[in-house]
């Protein structure tokens, strides 16, 4: 039985984030330094945690968390109960992973149970367990880094005291591994402003050749081989990509900008960029280029050169290849980084990056991992004003995938997204043939009142892997058994496997093609679902879910993924309004998000109603409660594709490997 272990997000309130800190100008029976501190009061305290026979004087667990000493002996520290490390074990809190945290599962097993599993029991034991609302406090904390001082925005109201305004939070950095067993790579920081977003690539260059053991490194000495990836960054980041470029133009071509040291002594100094010492405790860097997803950065050969090999949507992350899969990168280089992050606050933020690799010793040398990352359809929502809808698209994996991991990508009018394993489709209408989400509850259009189920490729004679059976094909299965052509071009031809194609094989494939592609409108095989936006699912397969090889369609190695978009249809106040939307940043079309040329909808007076007219006068004036009340607003714009969270993405992510042995 396939077993998943899905890292899933708290499904309860989730706060709007104050740039001016918690309930600020109210009164509060409480106030606080910081959200550590609130946590201790609220949750620790409060809870019984710390009386004499839990984690007080007795220290059940060896843990104590009276308030002088309990930071020290949670964040970062191994658990006297469940076997230590790291991806095998647990660590009692882990900055920025609230799914390797013992304490937040500890907690949320007893608040969301059908959710979460405390490795032993539920805490606090004997008690009433924690509200929806303080569980997504500890969660919040511990996502934006479990930092010490300071406050997380949204953490005052969920636990109702006041907090200082907030302020960035900088993550404590990851510390490198033992040279014997890995080695780091470091981001340079970049500064964002007060209240701003933006997304950004630049480059850096990298050495980490020197003394690697030969037995961590490819045949020809000039990649080295890993196992595990950890990577941290500061939590303002909304996600992380690092690619290695890989094309002709040399790390000192102008074409990548001015290099200019990074923090340091010499910070803002112009940098030889392949010099690591130059800096000194400053690394150089390009200056940051604001783009989306490095579109139109560097070299022309720049977006065709690139090979991703690590990221993350969250502060901190942790991945472990199956067995027998390893990762690899060139020893030297170099690196463009890819940084979306927010500053909410009123001060500029730093953000900077560490990641981590292990080696993978030469017996897991045997099948290199593969990324997912698909945006062929990232821009593909059209919501209009005080709407819903669900987009979907298929992924077709090569054959002989083995898939362990899937993750997704979208801005905070995603409300759900899915990924199903199966090639679904209209099976008719208009749009026959186009992907759907399948189930009562999908709330897709694609299909426009017509069916949506899976579609079963004939596995016979279709030599191209289009899921049909053409003329193609059947010619090339005629050539096949005349000996014009060779049974390897199409396995598919030989359905009983004995290395020829007589006459019953192509009458079988004659019959495929007359028969055509058919449905399964069985119950639909969910893989994965996310429901937060900023904090999204991560599914791991243990074992891997299998795709079968080259004598199988395309169909049957395609899984269709899907996402709702709400553009104020559950709640009008919450539909994208033209006045709050920031432009698109300096270089980006305009059509790729931003404000709306012409408002739709109604955000004062008849809001959630459509406007109508040709001036700005006139459209508000149609909003107005009753004639010439005055009050009418029309601002609602349509929800589109777009950089910011204002508008949208639509992307799916996971790691895979290829097993042809």
């Avoid at 990509?241 to 000192?252: K, L, W």
């Avoid at 290395?499 to 079988?508: E, P, T």
């Avoid at 432009?583 to 459509?610: H, K, Y």
Wanted: charged residues 20%; proline residues 7%; glycine residues 10%.
């Amino acid at each position: 039985m396939r077993n998943y272990s899905i890292r899933l997000a708290v499904v309860g309130t989730i706060v709007a984030l104050f740039p001016l800190g918690s309930l600020a100008g109210q009164q509060c029976d409480e106030s606080f330094d910081g959200t550590y501190a609130l946590i201790q009061k609220a949750i620790f305290e409060n809870k019984g945690c710390t009386n004499l026979s839990c984690h007080g004087e007795a220290q059940a667990g060896g843990l104590d968390l009276r308030a002088d000493v309990s930071y020290d002996n949670l964040v970062g520290q191994p658990s006297e109960t469940v076997p230590k490390g790291t991806i095998s074990g647990l660590r009692r809190v882990v900055a920025g992973q609230k799914d390797q945290s013992l304490l937040f599962l500890n907690l949320a097993s007893g608040t969301l149970p059908d959710q979460w599993h405390a490795p032993l029991r539920a805490m606090p034991i004997g008690l009433a367990p924690l509200s929806v609302n303080e569980l997504e406090a500890v969660r919040e904390w511990i996502e934006q880094g479990a930092p010490r001082n300071g406050t997380v925005a949204g953490t005052g109201e969920l636990l109702d005291a006041c907090l200082p305004p907030a302020e960035p939070i900088a993550i404590e950095p990851l510390a490198p591994p033992d040279p014997a067993v890995g080695r780091q790579v470091h981001m340079p920081k970049w500064i964002l402003p007060a209240h701003s977003e933006r997304e950004v690539c630049y480059t850096s260059y990298f050495d980490i050749s020197k003394d690697i053991p030969a037995k961590y490194l490819s045949a020809d000495g000039q990649r080295f081989r890993f196992k595990r990836t950890q990577v941290r960054q500061d939590p303002q980041s909304h996600h992380l990509i690092v690619t290695y470029y890989s094309g002709s133009a040399s790390p000192d071509d102008p074409i990548w900008g001015v290099y200019r040291c990074r923090g340091g002594d010499k910070d803002g100094q112009q940098c030889p960029v392949t010099d690591l010492e130059f800096c000194g405790e400053g690394l150089c860097a390009s200056d940051p280029v604001t783009s989306v997803a490095c579109t139109g950065f560097g070299p022309a050969d720049s977006g065709t050169s690139r090979s991703g090999f690590s990221g993350t949507q969250e502060a901190s992350f942790e991945q472990e290849y199956p067995e027998d899969v390893f990762g690899e990168l060139p020893t030297k280089g170099l690196l463009i980084w890819n940084s979306h992050a927010f500053n909410l606050t009123d001060q500029d933020s730093k953000i900077e990056g560490w990641l981590n690799f292990d080696f993978a010793a030469p017996e897991e040398q045997i099948l290199r991992v593969r990324q997912i990352f698909d945006t062929s359809a990232i821009f593909k929502m059209q919501v209009p004003v005080f709407e819903e809808e669900e987009v979907c698209n298929h992924h077709v994996f090569p054959p002989n995938t083995r898939l362990f991991e899937l993750n997704s990508h979208n801005h905070k009018r995603g409300k759900r997204f899915r990924i199903f394993n199966g090639r679904y489709a209209c099976e008719d209408g208009p749009n026959q043939g186009q992907a759907c989400a399948p189930g009562a509850d999908s709330s897709s259009s694609e299909c426009e009142g017509a069916a949506c189920g899976r579609l079963i490729a004939p596995p016979i004679a279709d030599c191209n892997n289009d899921g049909t059976v053409g003329i193609s094909d059947l010619t090339r299965c005629v050539n096949i058994s005349i000996g014009k052509a060779k049974l390897k071009t199409c396995r598919q031809a030989d359905p009983d496997g004995d290395k020829q194609v007589g006459v019953a094989d192509l009458v079988k494939a004659v019959k495929a093609a007359l028969a055509g592609a058919t449905f399964d409108d069985s119950e639909p095989d969910l893989l994965y679902t996310n429901l937060v936006y900023d904090d999204p699912t991560v599914a791991n397969f243990d074992p891997a879910i299998e795709y079968p090889g080259r004598s199988a369609s395309a169909a049957a190695r395609t899984v269709t993924f899907c996402s709702l978009y709400d553009n104020g249809f559950n709640d009008p106040a919450e539909v994208k309004n033209n006045a709050t939307s920031p432009p698109t940043p300096i270089g980006v079309p305009d059509f790729l998000g931003g404000p709306c040329r012409v408002p739709t909808g109604c955000t004062g007076g008849l809001v959630g109603q459509r406007c109508s007219g040709n001036s700005e006068a006139t459209r508000d004036a149609s909003c107005d409660s009753s004639p010439g009340a005055g009050d009418g607003v029309c601002d609602a714009c349509t929800l589109n594709g777009g950089l910011t969270t204002e508008d949208e993405m639509f992307i799916m992510l996971g790691s895979f490997y290829v097993d042809n042995r």
